[in-house]
């Protein structure tokens, strides 16, 4: 789909303003509820995946815990896995990689290989069949009662998107200038698909001021 091939494009150029940070002395943190949810994340994980990292700030987050001795951050984006790489270096995390991937990288991956993953703002900006296909390869390679740290966006209906600017496309996918902006799917349908694989140990819901609406969390184990 040319919308979602036109995502990656519009993310290289957010993330190509982005400006390198000496994090020394610096607490890292996002919002109270998100922050609170990561640490327990955190705190029973040890090898974790951030798929869809962008410029690597949950990962570095989660890193920041001192529970974490391997992290992998993948991303579709090049100037957000090259600006990853040269904050890693900057900041001296030693136990974190970042590459460029997608899919078909996930593919090659062993299965189990990591007992946490990180999934933010992924499922819910992306076609039926790819993130079908990303829950699937994430499921797999993720560790028998491994967590899984799942970030969407806000619920919002089809008249509230449209009113602020977005085009429906079908299949609950909306664009705005010709990218691809959201899945919109309501929450009790992510709690049908989702409890398929795995225990949901927590749901919270949270604002960004820069945002409309609550954004909603998962917390999940996988059965």
């Known amino acids: 789909m040319e919308q979602y091939d036109a995502s990656k494009e519009l993310w290289n150029e957010v993330y190509s303003e982005c400006k390198l940070v000496d994090l020394t002395g610096e ?23 951030d798929y869809g990292c962008g410029t690597g700030d949950i990962l570095f987050q ?10 992998m951050g993948m991303d579709r984006s090049e100037i957000g896995i090259q600006y990853a790489e040269k904050m890693t270096k900057l900041n001296h995390y030693t136990n974190l990689d970042f590459v460029l991937g997608d899919i078909t990288d996930l593919k090659q991956m062993d299965d189990e290989s990591f007992d946490g993953v990180i999934l933010s703002n992924v499922l819910d900006v992306t076609p039926k069949e790819v993130a079908h296909s990303i829950f699937y390869e994430l499921t797999r390679i993720l560790q028998k009662n491994g967590y899984l740290f799942l970030k969407l ?53 949270f604002p960004y001021p820069w945002q409309e609406g609550m954004n909603r969390l998962f917390l999940l184990r996988k059965r």
């Open 62 to 71: 989660c890193a920041d815990f001192h529970y974490l001795t391997y992290g």
């Open 153 to 205: 966006n806000p619920y919002a209906t089809k008249e509230e998107l449209i009113h602020h600017g977005l085009t429906p496309i079908g299949d609950n996918l909306y664009e705005e200038d010709g990218v691809l902006r959201l899945r919109e799917l309501d929450t009790p349908t992510w709690y049908h698909a989702l409890e398929q694989e795995y225990t949901v140990e927590r749901f919270l819901e």
């Open 27 to 49: 607490k890292l943190e996002v919002e109270p509820t998100f922050d609170a949810c990561l640490q327990i994340f955190a705190q029973n994980t040890k090898r974790v995946l």
